[in-house]
Structures are given as C-alpha cells and as structure tokens.
C-alpha cells in the first residue's frame, strides 16, 4: 500500500501527490491522508482514496502499515508532527520537496526527524534546505513531474485567465492585477476566472469557469494569472512568456522566492 501524507488546506499538495503518483507509480492506487476542503470534489483525487484521519498520525499508520509512505512538502508535516517514531517498521520512506520559508521551517522540526530512503526534488531548495535534506535522506534526487492526462475543458483561447483556488480576497487581488497588466499593454481582454466558486462581487464582464485541472486550458489562452504558487508555475513553465505572477505571503510556501526565479529565467515582456 501507497500512503501519501499531504497536509494542508489548499490545492496544491493533492495536485502534487497527483502527479508524483502518476509520474512514478503508473497511477497505482494510493491512499491520501489530507483534510484538504478540496478532497470533497471527485476530480481532484481520482483513482485514489482519501482518508481523512481522525487520530494521531503514528496511530493511523500505525493501523494503515503503508509499504511505502511519502511526505509531500513539509519532512516533518505542516506542523512538525510527524517524526520518525510515525514511521512502522519496514516502510520505505519517500520525500518530495519543494521550495520552503526554510528559517521559519526548521523551527518546527523534531528532534528524532524521519529519516527518509529516498527525496525528491521537484524544486531547488535553498541551501539550508537542502543540507537538511542530505542528512535525513539516504538519496536525494530532482524530479520532473508530469501531469495525468485530462479530459477536454472549456476552451479559454485568446482570453486573459486568470486562476486561483482561493480565498476569494486573494481572487479579487489576482482580478486587479490583470487590469493592471492589460492596462499596462493597452488592451481589453476578455478575463475569464478559473476557481472552484464563484466568489462574491465577481466583478462584471469577467467570467467563471470550474475547470479541473485547469492546465489544459493554458495553452489557448492568450494570458494566464496566477499566484507563485508550485503548481501553476511548474505548469506554465513552457508557457512563461505570457505568464504574469504575484505571489503571495504564505507560512511555509515562499512564493516570492519562486516568482523571482522565474522571472529570472524568462523576464516579462
């Protein structure tokens, strides 16, 4: 059995275990320990089964005796709970890691740490980060993830998109940005909202679509604006030129970090 630990409240992480699933385990059925709101759609998961664990995480896996467990994002999870007595014995242990706030990070981390058998990098980690990585880790390895393939969605082309899962405050953030970059080009697109919800006080003359996923629709369109957050970056990277980014300030996630690097390696026109 697959268990994959993906604690948080957004979209990301179970997008990420998506892929990492599909990219190494041939979309081999896995269960996910998450209490993400986003669980509750059908889509977001697929073949895979959610389990939204009541207990402590060394008693649910202690119960659920994964042959393989692997730790999205946080080695220690979102709050440091998870060390290396959560681990049953015989279990193959796997990282992904992604970019972190790794100063604010660390100070969660527990005294005995999962040592892990294998790390994948999906992201450059910062030094630090990436020190800590090579102690806990027998291996320590980049990986390019891939998406599963997705069904047709609703065409997008030539409009400005502009995607988020929330919150909605964040949403109306991203709306005005566009403005501001069209503005700041001289055009009048055709904005078109890619969320979940619709949120309140959607703005007249943009419209709202509930495509997942939503990178299908990327490639049509003539702009796409998002926060930095992994996914959205990671799958507009052959894209970049008509990306436009603003991140936001996040507890671990250090989307600032990750805008600045690519814009470095593609500038905005």
């Not at 220690?76 to 100063?103: F, Q, S, Y």
């Not at 030094?127 to 990986?143: D, G, K």
């Not at 405050?169 to 080009?185: K, N, R, T």
């Not at 309140?200 to 495509?211: E, F, R, T």
Request: hydrophobic share 45%; with cysteine; glycine share 6%.
């Amino acid at each position: 059995m697959i268990v994959c630990y993906a604690q948080g409240g957004g979209l990301g992480h179970l997008t990420r275990i998506r892929a990492y699933l599909h990219t190494v385990h041939a979309d081999e059925p896995a269960t996910v320990l998450s209490g993400s709101p986003f669980t509750a759609d059908p889509r977001v998961l697929g073949p895979h089964r959610l389990l939204q664990a009541p207990g402590s995480p060394a008693e649910v896996l202690a119960e659920l005796r994964p042959e393989v467990l692997v730790v999205d994002a946080f080695p220690a999870g979102i709050n440091g709970e998870l060390d290396a007595g959560c681990v049953p014995p015989g279990t193959r242990t796997v990282h992904l890691a992604r970019l972190l706030r790794w100063d604010a990070y660390r100070q969660v981390l527990p005294p005995s740490p999962i040592l892990f058998d294998q790390t994948w990098t999906v992201e450059e980690p910062t030094a630090a980060h990436s020190a800590h990585l090579s102690r806990v880790s027998t291996a320590v390895q980049p990986l390019d993830l891939a998406d599963p393939a997705a069904e047709a969605r609703p065409d997008a082309a030539g409009s400005w998109l502009i995607l988020h899962s929330g919150p909605a405050a964040e949403i109306h953030e991203l709306i005005s940005y566009a403005g501001e970059c069209a503005a700041a080009e001289g055009r009048r697109p055709r904005l078109v909202l890619a969320a979940p919800h619709r949120p309140v006080g959607l703005p007249d003359g943009v419209a709202h679509i509930d495509p997942f996923p939503a990178w299908p629709l990327f490639e049509r369109a003539e702009r796409v604006i998002t926060a930095a957050g992994f996914n959205a970056v990671r799958q507009m990277r052959p894209w970049r030129a008509k990306h436009r980014m603003l991140p936001f300030p996040r507890r671990w996630d250090d989307q600032f970090t990750r805008a600045a690097r690519a814009r470095a390696v593609s500038p905005q026109p």
